[in-house]
């Protein structure tokens, strides 16, 4: 059964059904060290963390490429008291043939939560919101909102439908993926289903969640969300690269995304679709310099307070062994962060506190491979070489 974007748009580490098409692999593409540039990646040597590991790293990178028909990699970990290794491989287009670039840019997807969320917090932390406040203090018309909370909202357990898994708005994003949606639009497609369950009793991931949030952030701050993170979570963390669109603009350099969550089901370029659709849950645009910066920031929670972070790492079960969900963020085996999927695009930011380590992952591609996301099978095959006793899992979302 051919997966659709209901079942998967701007889901995190999914498993399901499904093969890659054959038509987004790229055989014999090189792997190309990092070299320097711009965005500060270049101090990595060719043999950073030693010939052995760098040289085992090489081939498990370009063997799940390959197995997984992925178009272009880029791969970042960075090992304090052992080394860094920074690799591009593939090709950024597969028409032109264009290499990866180590510097390019990509969507991000589901990654923009843990911006929006931090964004929140830090409102809880100037005392202008609670986490245990009800949806319905702010926003009016959400459904049960009298009892679904800011907290379960930002740790997936509200119940509210996911807007993403209507019929009718896969449609209308598969016949239209030029048009611009606003916040309101998309939370109206869960809202015409019920529930799926009491507020706070299940793990279920859903964007509409984060669409509230959003909307939260908004009305008090009295800002526009994208101006708000860029204010008070990206300028002082000092990401400089990393950017909330107002549409479907995109920085050079980029990489062109392909998808099969199409309306014919073939691999298409769909660069260029509007990420409005996902907005405060999955329409920011980032590069390797800033998501290597933003993993230890969020981890660490260097832009909140020590109370405010130890909420948000107060993680819970997700039905998937050895991953568990806090506030906007996941605990995978020991590794924290997030990823991201959006149709073209699949990201994996995460920091391992016990080692001070950090893994970013960047793909232009979100076409399963074996039933899995190709982020995932990259993310496992690097943390079970480097790091062997903290092998990434990360399944939050069921299809």
Known sequence: MRRTPCRRLLAATLLVASVLAPTAFVPGAPVH????????????????????????????????????????VVVGLWMPGKGCYVRATGVADTVTRKPMPVDTFVRIGSETKTFTVTALLELVDEGKIRLDDPISDYIRGVPDGDRITLRHLAEMRSGLFPYTSDPEFIRDLQTQPERAFNPWEVLSYGYRHPNTFAPGTQFQYSNSNLILLGLVIEKVSGKRLAGFIHERVLRPARLHDTLFPKGAEFPEPHARGYTDQTLSGAVEDVTDWNPSWAWAAGAMISNLHDLRRW???????????PETQAQRLKTLPTGFPGTRYGLGIFETNGWIGHNGSIPGYETVTVHLPERKATLVIMINTDVDSGGQEPSTLLARAVTAVATPDHVYAGAVMPR
């Open 33 to 72: 060290a990092a070299s320097a540039g711009p965005h500060g990646e270049g101090d990595c040597r060719p043999d950073g963390l030693g010939p052995g590991l760098t040289a085992k790293l090489d081939k498990t990178i370009e063997d799940v490429r390959e197995q997984a028909a992925i178009p272009g």
């Open 295 to 305: 993993a230890e920031i969020l981890a660490t929670g260097e832009l909140l307070s």
